[in-house]
Structure formats: structure tokens, C-alpha cells
């Protein structure tokens, strides 16, 4: 096994490191400023200038769509186990990925459209995309419903003539509230009358379609995470061309299969950089505090939060790594217990470093002051978001009983010594 990444990715790690460091880092307080600033003015939802004038310095620098996987329109795509240890730099700070058109969902969107979309789709979609002139949303989640099991979504999607005509509520459409959100991908039923998971299809809706409206912004948190926002969205007779459809009716399944399978990884592989980063903040914090008369470092149960942060975030790193490596290698229908097993370590990693690092802030820690409330409150979400730990686990589960099932007829082998 060896554990190094070939020269081509250590020399974009260290590239990716140095715009961290020359224009991403100083620049975190004026991000967060900036946002305030358009609040105070009465309008958060636009676009931030500091995002916007570094895109091109990253697209400059290459360091630009490198979430892409090897396909004809990107001839130089890098690998899942290639963009594993990028990704998780770009992690370290929350809104980072989008300097680099890396950001979720624009790169499961654009994957999707990518593998399931029309040569004319991808023209009017895809290429604006990857060159960070829109962006875009997912809408499966519905209030209405239990959608961690997205048989139950009830979104309506019928033929009429040469058109589908749209019917429903989503909520937790992440992404929708940017005013360069110009494309959802919806999942909806075409058919109830189908089999359990033939019923639900993906098409493609321009967010410009009349009879879209954005009802309003969900806080998580308190943080309504304006401009990018996860917003609830009415569809009310929403009509597009049978063109739009994605892969063909009652295929929306095979889609979520292919989708979720690279987003969730991507979500991982940023969890581990934050957790990084949030213990170098632990150790410098409590490096330079004194209380009761030492370095708060030098008290062991400091050293005991060390110590399982350093081996919870290697282990997270390495299991992404082997899912990486499989999706890239057997694909990621094989590769589904490791994807499910990451997608439920690297969240629950997350928070519990992220928690240690704010006590060891005190009061501070829960502040903005820090970058570790923020990305506590969005970790915590990940344990949601892209499905709920126990869907994860409960997949898990069947497949290692899977294993022990004895069919009719055959006898369980006793195991003996020596055997
Ligand atoms: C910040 C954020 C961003 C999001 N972005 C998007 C987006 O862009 N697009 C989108 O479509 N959705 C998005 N979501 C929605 C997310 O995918 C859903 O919240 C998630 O799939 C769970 O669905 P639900 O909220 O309907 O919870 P429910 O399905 O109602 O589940 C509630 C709880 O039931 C429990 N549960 C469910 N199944 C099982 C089981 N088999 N065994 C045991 N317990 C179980 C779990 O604890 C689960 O949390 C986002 C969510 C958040 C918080």
C-alpha cells in the first residue's frame, strides 16, 4: 500500500496551500463583514465582492473546478482519491470551495448533469457552471414528508404534450436564495402508480420558470447563511420542455445513486479539514491561556482531547481515502458501505472536535469571534444532510447481516478448534 499522493497532487496541495494562505485567510473577516454590511443596507442576498475577485486569481493560479472527474469536457479531471486531500484544504474554511468552483451543490449538480443530462442540456447548463457564471440547487426535501426516504416525496411531475407540468413543496433547497441560482434539479413522482422506485424522476427547471416562488430562508442555528441560503420553495404549475427530463422517467433512483455518492464524499473530505483546523485553534488556545497558575495545555484531560482528536481525525481521513479509492476503482455502487460508513465518521468526528475546541475557547468559542460556532452549527448538519446517520447506519447494518444469512436448507458450520 502506499500511502503518498503522486506528484501531481502534492504540488496542487501545496499551490492550494499557499492561496489559502495569501488570499483566503485574511480575507475570512472580510467575508463575514461584508455580509453584515449588505444586511445592515436591507439586503443580504447578493453575491459577496470578496468571493467574486478571487474566483478569477483561483482560476489564474489553476486551482479551478478540481472536484471535476475525468470525462470528455474535462479531458484533465482528477480522481476521487486526487481530490480528497484538496478538498479537505478548501474545507478548513466554510465558504472557500466556491472560490474554486468546488462548492456543494453546484458540484453534485454539475456531476449530475454531467452524466445524466442532454448534449443541449449540458450546453445551456453545464458550461456556465463550470465556469462559476451561475449556480444552482437540489430540490428533494419536502416538509410534508419523511424524505430521508425519498419514496415519500409527493412533488408532482406530469406530461402535458410536450411539457411537464410541476406540482409541489420543497424545503432545504441549499443554494436557492443566491440570486445566481439559475437551475434546480427537482426530483418529483411521474408515476405513483409505478413500482416503489420507478416512481420518481429528476428533471431540470431554469429558476426563472413562472410559478416558482421562494417562500423564505431556513435559519440552522440561527445562521440563515445568506447569499447562499436553504430556502423553501413552492411549485405551482411549473412548466418545462420533456427535454429537461434527466436520464428518462422513473429513473430518478439510478440518479440519487450516482449523485449523492460523490457530494457525500466531497461533505467528508471538508469535515476532516475543519476538524484540522479546529484543533490547531485548540492547541494554540490553550497553549496561551493560564489559569490556575499553568498553561491550560499542561492539564491532562487536555491532553487526553488531544490525543482522540489526533487519532478520530487520522482515521476519518484514512477511511475517506479507501472510499475514494474504491469509487474511483470498483465504482460507487460497490463502494456504497464505505461511502455510508464515512458519511456517518467523519460529521460525528467533526462535532466532537469542533465541541472540544470551543470549550477550550471558554466563552469565546461560541462566539463569531472564532470560525468554530459556524462550523459546529454546519457540521452538525451533515448529520442530515445527504441522509440522517441512522439511514446510513440502518444500510450498514443490512449488509453485514446480509452476510450471515443462512439460506433455507443450508447448515451453519459450528466453528471448532483448530479450525
Ligand atoms: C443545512 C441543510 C441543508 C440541506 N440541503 C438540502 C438540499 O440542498 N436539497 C435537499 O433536497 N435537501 C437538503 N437538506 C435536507 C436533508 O437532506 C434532509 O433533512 C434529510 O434527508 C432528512 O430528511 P427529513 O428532514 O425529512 O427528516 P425525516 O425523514 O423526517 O427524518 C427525521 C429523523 O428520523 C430518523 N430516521 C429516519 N430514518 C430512520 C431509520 N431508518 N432508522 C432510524 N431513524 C430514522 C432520523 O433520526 C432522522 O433525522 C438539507 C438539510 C439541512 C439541515
Known amino acids: 500500500m502506499d500511502f503518498n499522493f503522486t506528484p501531481k497532487v502534492q504540488d496542487m496541495q501545496a499551490r492550494l496551500l499557499a492561496f489559502m494562505d495569501q488570499h483566503v485567510y485574511p480575507n475570512e473577516a472580510r467575508f463575514f463583514q461584508e455580509i453584515a454590511e449588505n444586511r445592515a443596507k436591507g439586503n443580504a442576498w447578493i453575491p459577496t465582492a470578496i468571493i467574486e475577485e478571487l474566483k478569477p486569481k483561483a482560476r489564474a493560479a489553476g486551482l479551478w473546478n478540481l472536484f471535476l472527474p475525468h470525462s470528455p469536457r474535462a479531458p484533465e479531471g482528477l480522481s476521487n482519491l486526487e481530490y480528497a486531500p484538496l478538498c479537505e484544504i478548501m474545507g478548513r474554511v466554510p465558504f472557500a470551495p466556491e472560490i474554486f468552483n468546488c462548492s456543494a451543490p453546484d458540484t453534485g449538480n454539475m456531476e449530475t448533469i454531467a452524466r445524466y443530462g442532454s448534449e443541449a442540456n449540458k450546453d445551456r447548463w453545464l458550461e456556465p457552471l463550470l465556469k462559476g457564471e451561475i449556480r444552482s440547487a437540489f430540490l428533494m426535501t419536502e416538509p410534508e414528508v419523511a424524505s430521508s426516504d425519498a419514496t415519500n416525496i409527493q412533488c ?198 469542533i465541541d472540544w475546541a470551543i470549550q477550550a475557547h471558554g466563552g469565546g468559542g461560541v462566539s463569531d469571534d472564532f470560525p468554530l460556532a459556524y462550523a459546529y452549527a454546519h457540521q452538525r448538519t451533515l448529520r442530515l444532510a445527504d441522509g440522517p446517520d441512522e439511514v446510513h447506519r440502518a444500510s450498514l447494518a443490512k449488509l453485514e447481516l446480509a452476510k450471515h444469512l443462512t439460506m433455507p436448507g443450508e447448515v451453519e458450520m459450528p466453528i471448532t478448534r483448530g479450525s
Not at 235 to 244: D, H, M, Q, S, Y
Request: glycine residues 10%; positive net charge.
Open 156 to 353: 408532482r411531475i406530469e406530461r402535458d404534450g410536450d411539457d411537464y407540468v410541476l406540482n409541489g413543496l420543497k424545503w432545504w433547497s441549499s443554494g436557492a436564495g443566491d440570486p445566481r441560482c439559475a437551475i434546480y434539479i427537482v426530483m418529483g413522482k411521474t408515476n405513483p402508480d409505478a413500482g416503489r422506485h420507478e416512481q420518481q424522476s429528476m428533471i431540470l427547471v431554469p429558476a426563472n420558470t413562472p410559478g416558482i416562488e421562494v417562500i423564505r430562508p431556513l435559519s440552522v442555528f440561527g445562521y440563515d447563511d445568506a447569499p447562499h441560503g436553504h430556502m423553501e420553495v413552492r411549485l405551482t404549475n411549473v412548466r418545462v420542455p420533456v427535454g429537461n427530463m434527466l436520464l428518462g422517467e422513473g429513473r430518478g433512483f439510478e440518479i440519487a445513486q450516482g449523485r449523492l455518492g460523490p457530494g457525500r464524499i466531497h461533505h467528508c473530505m471538508r469535515s476532516i479539514g475543519i476538524a484540522e483546523r479546529a484543533l490547531e485553534l485548540m492547541c494554540k488556545r490553550l497553549n496561551t491561556r493560564v489559569a490556575f497558575g499553568k498553561p491550560v495545555a499542561r492539564q491532562s484531560v487536555w491532553h487526553e482531547r488531544i490525543a482522540d482528536a489526533r487519532c478520530m481525525i487520522d482515521q476519518a481521513r484514512l477511511l475517506t481515502l479507501k472510499a475514494a479509492y474504491m469509487m474511483d476503482t470498483v465504482g460507487n455502487k460497490v463502494a456504497k458501505a464505505e461511502i455510508a460508513m464515512i458519511k456517518v465518521v467523519a460529521p460525528n468526528m467533526a462535532c466532537q472536535i
